[in-house]
């Protein structure tokens, strides 16, 4: 089962097109690695799934739900992490939380649950200021988690952290479908990391789909066509290269 289905998702800006007629299919229990250069149009698509940006054309689905008919269902049943967390800095991790937790009308102990599944419980009394970089991204991804939900959007979870937390939150979003039963959709600038963390790859250029399977998939095709087949890294590169001279672009 497909937990996020898209069907020709497309986004314009006047005479730009952000998104063109994406076709993504997310299995529910995964770890999906949204790929692609700035630009590519990974955030555009992210939005329109949190209904930050209605689609110009074609629609999607998640856990069966049709936008925009059940936005509000999809919106309860997605935990989102988009671009850098921003909290009150006054107040406590465990106050911030509280009032996602208020905002989401879930129980009190979701707010200590959460804090337990990012490793913050010991910190909950902080003051949101005083967290490191890392802590901040932890709390974050805590405000996705908060209450379980099925699905889980991440932009960029690891920006700006050292190669400790990039290896913690990696880690963590590694373990997230077995230890909860949810469905992760990452993307990330850093292709080593998504290569250890991710079930499935989807990669965007210019706001195509140029490839959606596993690593093992893109690395036969990768060898089919005469492209490096190393790591993700190279072969990435290699794909956006190709792409953007048979749309007669430079890189």
């Known amino acids: 089962m497909n937990m996020i289905e898209t069907d020709h998702?497309?986004?314009?800006?006047?005479?730009?097109?952000?998104?063109?007629?994406?076709?993504?299919?997310?299995?529910?229990?995964?770890?999906?690695?949204f790929l692609g250069p700035n630009g590519a149009g990974k955030s555009t698509a992210m939005k329109m799934f949190l209904g930050l940006t209605r689609p110009t054309e074609g629609g999607f689905y998640i856990d069966g739900k049709i936008f925009p008919q059940d936005r509000m269902e999809i919106l309860k049943k997605t935990g989102s992490f988009i671009e850098a967390p921003a909290?009150?800095?006054?107040?406590?991790?465990?106050?911030?939380?509280?009032?996602?937790?208020?905002?989401?009308?879930?129980?009190?102990?979701?707010?200590?649950?959460?804090?337990e599944m990012v490793g913050l419980a010991e910190y909950k009394k902080r003051l949101a200021k005083k967290y490191s970089l890392g802590m901040k991204q932890r709390l974050g991804l805590a405000s996705a988690l908060i209450g379980r939900p099925p699905i889980l959007i991440?932009?960029?979870?690891?920006?700006?952290?050292?190669?400790?937390?990039?290896?913690?939150?990696?880690?963590?979003?590694?373990?997230?479908?077995?230890?909860?039963?949810?469905?992760?959709?990452?993307?990330?600038?850093?292709?080593?990391?998504?290569?250890?963390?991710?079930?499935?790859?989807?990669?965007?250029?210019?706001?195509?789909?140029?490839?959606?399977?596993?690593?093992?998939?893109?690395?036969?095709?990768?060898?089919?066509?005469?492209?490096?087949?190393?790591?993700?890294?190279?072969?990435?590169?290699a794909l956006i290269q190709e792409d953007n001279l048979k749309r007669g672009m430079r890189q």
Request: aromatic share 6%; glycine share 8%; net charge negative.
């Open 87 to 115: 909290f009150y800095g006054n107040l406590t991790g465990e106050e911030n939380l509280d009032i996602v937790r208020r905002l989401l009308g879930l129980p009190r102990e979701s707010v200590e649950e959460a804090l």
């Open 9 to 33: 998702l497309t986004k314009r800006y006047g005479d730009f097109t952000a998104v063109s007629e994406l076709n993504l299919h997310i299995p529910q229990g995964t770890v999906y690695g």
């Open 154 to 237: 991440l932009d960029e979870p690891t920006n700006g952290l050292d190669p400790v937390g990039i290896h913690e939150i990696r880690t963590m979003i590694r373990e997230l479908p077995s230890r909860y039963n949810c469905t992760v959709l990452v993307s990330s600038h850093l292709l080593s990391e998504i290569e250890l963390m991710a079930d499935l790859v989807g990669i965007l250029n210019r706001g195509k789909l140029l490839f959606e399977g596993t690593l093992t998939d893109l690395r036969d095709r990768a060898r089919f066509e005469g492209l490096p087949t190393d790591n993700l890294e190279e072969t990435f590169l």
